[in-house]
């Protein structure tokens, strides 16, 4: 079954930057299509990055261009860069595999002075 376990998430001042890693097991990462979500409390979770099978990625409007989304399929993690962070940036960031409903715990990411 697939797992996925996030870290790289915390605290930073507006306009600085954070890379979040997800470290997928129980399946080839390059057989997976992958996608990093975000979710405020009591808000519904909200899509930011995908990268497809075959290395495409897409980003949400509000995020392309400060965010990019890779792979390492040796070491079987995704990354989200995340530079010039907004305060409104500021979620729980969960990296998973939507076809299978599968996710991980997420990691917190807080932007703010």
């Known amino acids: 079954q697939v797992q996925l376990v996030e870290s790289g998430g915390g605290l930073v001042l507006p306009g600085g930057s954070l890379r979040l890693s997800c470290t997928v097991s129980g399946a080839p990462l390059e057989s997976l299509r992958l996608a990093w979500y975000r979710q405020v409390s009591g808000n519904e979770r909200e899509w930011v990055a995908t990268?497809?099978?075959?290395?495409?990625?897409l980003y949400t409007p509000s995020v392309k261009g400060r965010f990019t989304i890779s792979r390492d399929t040796v070491n079987s993690r995704v990354y989200l860069e995340m530079n010039s962070l907004k305060p409104e940036d500021t979620a729980v960031y969960s990296c998973?595999?939507?076809?299978?409903?599968?996710w991980g715990q997420g990691t917190q990411v807080t932007v703010s002075s």
């Open positions: 990268i497809s099978i075959g290395g495409t990625t």
């Open positions: 998973g595999v939507p076809r299978l409903d599968r």
